[in-house]
């Protein structure tokens, strides 16, 4: 069994910053990526930016220049760094952990976290 458990959700002025934390736990061999999707209300999951293990990312659109991933591999932990936080970054950020092997198996799964909820408003 694998969890995700993030934090560093809240409530934040425009042009704030916030940083999400998410670290996965349990019987885990290895990882291929990681990384944050969100949902605003009334809209769909989007990707917000994804990192692999060979430290390749991708952001979407709306993150370049204020969005920064990073990855501790050593402890399954990724971190989203966002700054000149808008109105319309709202929305509930989930953690995704990408084709996850699990220990003495060949087992590849996709887990997601339970989400936390940014808030940007004055």
């Known amino acids: 069994q694998v969890q995700l458990v993030e934090s560093g959700g809240g409530l934040v002025q425009p042009g704030g910053s916030l940083r999400l934390s998410c670290a996965a736990s349990?019987?885990?061999?290895?990882?291929?990526?990681m990384g944050w999707y969100r949902q605003a209300p009334g809209k769909q999951r989007e990707l917000v930016a994804k990192?692999?293990?060979?430290?390749?990312?991708n952001y979407a659109d709306f993150g370049k220049g204020r969005f920064t991933i990073s990855r501790d591999f050593a402890n399954n932990t990724v971190y989203l760094q966002m700054n000149s936080l808008k109105p319309e970054d709202t929305a509930v950020y989930y953690c995704?952990?990408?084709?996850?092997?699990?220990?003495?198996?060949?087992?590849?799964?996709?887990?997601w976290g339970q989400g936390t909820q940014v808030t940007v408003s004055s």
């Open positions: 995704n952990a990408d084709r996850v092997v699990l220990s003495g198996t060949s087992w590849v799964y996709d887990y």
């Open positions: 349990g019987s885990i061999f290895s990882i291929y990526g």
């Open positions: 990192i692999t293990g060979r430290d390749i990312t």
